[in-house]
C-alpha cells in the first residue's frame, strides 16, 4: 500500500518548524566548508571578514611545496596499501561470516568491528605496543598495517551486505557444472560483488587518507599528508592549509559523483556509509 | 555445498590476521597496564597494580575523565536535537528531495576530520571569521575570547563532526517504520503530535541509541580538536594519555588509562545493543 505524500504529511507533526530546522543544520554542516575554500583564495590570511585581496598565491605556494607534495605521495601509498590489505583478509572474512561456523564466529565479528567503534587512540596505541615488543620499527609500513587492520571492517560489513543480496544458485550452478571453488570465486561470486568491493575500497581509501588517531602513534620518520597538516597547525596557520584541503575535498566530490554513476547503472544499489553504520549499530 | 577446504581456506587468514593486529595488541594494552617504568626509563615486565592506584589516588586523571563524559554527553545530545528532526524531515516531509538530501548530509563526512576542525578554528579565532564579521557589522567592539580555546570550542567542533553520525542510525530507523501503521493511526484519529509520540518515537529508538553511541564514545576519545581548539580547560582524558606516552614517557599508566576508556567504551555498546534488541520490532 503506497501512501501518497500529502496524506502522510498530514499525518505527521511538525511541518511548520522542521524546513526551517534542517536548513539550519544544512547551514551548521556547510559554513565551515565554505569558509575552507573562501579563505583559501584570501590574500590577507586565514579569517578576517570580509575576505579580501582574491589571489591564487596560496595554490602557487602549494605547488611549489616538495614537504606537502612528499606527504600526499606518501598518505596515498599508505592508502593503497591500506586497500589491498584490508579487502585481502575483509572478502575472505566475509566469505566466513556468510558461510562457515567455527569457534569464536561471534567474537571474530565483534572484534573486527572494534577499531571503527573504539577512539582511534585506543587501537593505535594497542598496535603500538605490539610493534614495540616485537622490536619492529615505526614507519610507513607501520601505519598501512594499522590502517589495513583497522579497515578491516569496512570491507567486511560491504561485502557481507553483498554477499546477502547474492543468489547462491549461480555458485551452485558453477560448482555442479566442474567449476572449482577457485572458479567459481573468480568467476561467479567476485563479479557479483562487484559494486560493493568498489564502494569498499573507495571508503576505505578516504578513510585511510584522512586518518591521524591511528597514524599518530605509528608515525616514524615519514609524515603522511594529516600529520604533516597537523605538525603546520600547531606552528601556526596559513591558507596554504586551506589550498590543499579544497582541492582533496574537489577530488572526494568526484570520487562520490563516479560511485553514484556506478551505482544507478546497477540494480542493487549498496548505500556505502549507511550500510557500515547500520551494522554497527546492530552488533550481530 | 562448500567443502571443509574452501571454508578453512577462507576462514583461517582473516582469522590469523585478526588475532595478530587486533586481539594481541588488545591484550597487550591490558598487559602493559600492569608493568612498570624503572628509573632508567625502560618498561619493567613485572606484575603490579600500582599504575591503577595512582589512576585513583591523583585526582586529576578522574576529574578529566569526568571532564571528558561531560563533553562527550554535551555532544550527544546536541548531535541528537540536530540530528533527530533532520533525519525525521527527511524521512517524512521531504518527498522527492529526500535521496538529495541524504547526500548532503553525507558529503560533509568526506572532508578530513582533521580539516574541519582547523576551520573552526579560523572561525572562531580572535581575528576568525566571526569575531571580525561581528566587528564588521559593529555588533561588538572587542573580539570575544570565549569562542576559541574553551570547552565551548571543543563541544561545537565534535558537535559538527558527528552529527552526521547521530544521523544516520536514525535516518535507517525511520525509513524501516510501515508507513500503514503512521496512516493507522492517523486514521484513528490521533493528532500529528500524538501519532509522533505514541508510533513514530518508540520505533525510532534503537536509532536514536545508536546515533547516541557513536556521538558520545567517538568525542569521548578525542584528542585532537582538545589539542587544537580546547585550550588548557578544554583538555580531555586522551590528551593525558598522549602526554604519558610522549614526554612523561609512562606507557604503564597510560595503558591504564586507556584501558578503563576502552571497558567503559565496550560497556556503553553493550547496554546501547540491549536497549536497541529491546525496542526493536523486526
Not at chain 1, 561485502?159 to 543480496?165: R, W
Not at chain 1, 575500497?201 to 620518520?221: C, H, K, P, Q, Y
Not at chain 2, 569526568?66 to 533525519?87: D, E, K, Q, T
Not at chain 2, 567517538?218 to 580547560?233: H, I, K, N, T
Request: hydrophobic residues 55%.
Amino acid at each position: 500500500m503506497e501512501l501518497s505524500l500529502r496524506t502522510l504529511q498530514n499525518s505527521v507533526t511538525g511541518s511548520r518548524w522542521l524546513p526551517w530546522h534542517a536548513a539550519s543544520v544544512f547551514g551548521f554542516l556547510y559554513l565551515p566548508i565554505v569558509t575552507l575554500i573562501v579563505y583559501s583564495f584570501n590574500g590577507s590570511g586565514v579569517g578576517g571578514f570580509p575576505p579580501r585581496d582574491l589571489t591564487l598565491a596560496w595554490y602557487r605556494l602549494l605547488f611549489s611545496d616538495e614537504a606537502i607534495w612528499t606527504s600526499v605521495l606518501n598518505s596515498l601509498l599508505v592508502a593503497i596499501a591500506a586497500v589491498i590489505i584490508s579487502l585481502g583478509f575483509g572478502i575472505p572474512a566475509a566469505l566466513a561470516l556468510d558461510r562457515a561456523n567455527f569457534p569464536g564466529k561471534a567474537l571474530f565479528r565483534r572484534l573486527v568491528l572494534l577499531p571503527l567503534i573504539l577512539p582511534g587512540i585506543i587501537t593505535g596505541l594497542s598496535l603500538l605496543m605490539l610493534f614495540r615488543e616485537a622490536d619492529i620499527k615505526l614507519s610507513l609500513v607501520t601505519i598501512a598495517l594499522g590502517h589495513g587492520t583497522a579497515l578491516i571492517s569496512v570491507a567486511t560489513t560491504e561485502v557481507f551486505a553483498g554477499l546477502q543480496k547474492l543468489d547462491r544458485s549461480q555458485e551452485e550452478a558453477s560448482l555442479d557444472l566442474g567449476a572449482n571453488y577457485w572458479q567459481t570465486f573468480r568467476h561467479v561470486t567476485l563479479p557479483n560483488l562487484r559494486l560493493s568491493i568498489i564502494g569498499a575500497a573507495l571508503l576505505i581509501f578516504t578513510l585511510s587518507m584522512d586518518e591521524i588517531a591511528v597514524s599518530f602513534f605509528l608515525i616514524g620518520r615519514d609524515n603522511t599528508l594529516p600529520l604533516e597538516i597537523w605538525g603546520r597547525l600547531r606552528r601556526g596557520i596559513t591558507p596554504e592549509i586551506n589550498a590543499i584541503s579544497s582541492i582533496i575535498f574537489v577530488f572526494s566530490l568526484f570520487a562520490i559523483l563516479i560511485w553514484y554513476r556506478m551505482r544507478v547503472a546497477s540494480e542493487v544499489q549498496p548505500e556505502i556509509a549507511g550500510e557500515l553504520l547500520e551494522s554497527l549499530s546492530q552488533g550481530d | 555445498m562448500f567443502s571443509r577446504a574452501y571454508r578453512a581456506a577462507i576462514t583461517l587468514p582473516p582469522l590469523l590476521w585478526v588475532v595478530v593486529f587486533l586481539l594481541i595488541p588488545y591484550a597487550l594494552l591490558f598487559c602493559f597496564s600492569f608493568w612498570a617504568v624503572s628509573p632508567a626509563q625502560s618498561i619493567v615486565h613485572s606484575w603490579t597494580l600500582d599504575n591503577y592506584r595512582e589512576l585513583l589516588r591523583v585526582n586529576v586523571y578522574l576529574q578529566t575523565l569526568f571532564r571528558s563524559m561531560w563533553i562527550a554527553a554535551r555532544v550527544m545530545i546536541f548531535s541528537l536535537l540536530l540530528g533527530y528532526p533532520l533525519a525525521y524531515y527527511l524521512s517524512f516531509h521531504a518527498g522527492s528531495r529526500k535521496d538529495l538530501f541524504y547526500q548532503l548530509v553525507v558529503i560533509p563526512l568526506w572532508v578530513s576530520y582533521l580539516v574541519r576542525a582547523y576551520a573552526w578554528k579560523s572561525i572562531l579565532g580572535s581575528d576568525g571569521v566571526l569575531n571580525t564579521l561581528l566587528q564588521y557589522v559593529h555588533l561588538t567592539q572587542h573580539p570575544l575570547d570565549f569562542l576559541l580555546y574553551s570547552p565551548f570550542a571543543v563541544v561545537l567542533t565534535l558537535t559538527h563532526i558527528y552529527t552526521p553520525f547521530a544521523f544516520l542510525p536514525i535516518y535507517a530507523s525511520l525509513e524501516h517504520i510501515p508507513r500503514p501503521l503512521v496512516e493507522a493511526s492517523h486514521d484513528l484519529g490521533a493528532p500529528p503530535f500524538q501519532t509522533f509520540w505514541r508510533v513514530i518515537f518508540p520505533l525510532s529508538i534503537p536509532g536514536v541509541a545508536a546515533g547516541a553511541t557513536f556521538a558520545f564514545v567517538l568525542s569521548l576519545g578525542d584528542f585532537l580538536a582538545p589539542l587544537l581548539l580546547g585550550g588548557p580547560s578544554g583538555i580531555m582524558i586522551s590528551n593525558i594519555v598522549v602526554s604519558l606516552f610522549g614526554a612523561a614517557y609512562n606507557w604503564p599508566l597510560g595503558a591504564a588509562i586507556s584501558f578503563c576508556m576502552m571497558v567503559l567504551v565496550v560497556a556503553l555498546l553493550f547496554m546501547s545493543e540491549r536497549l536497541e534488541k529491546k525496542w526493536s520490532f523486526r
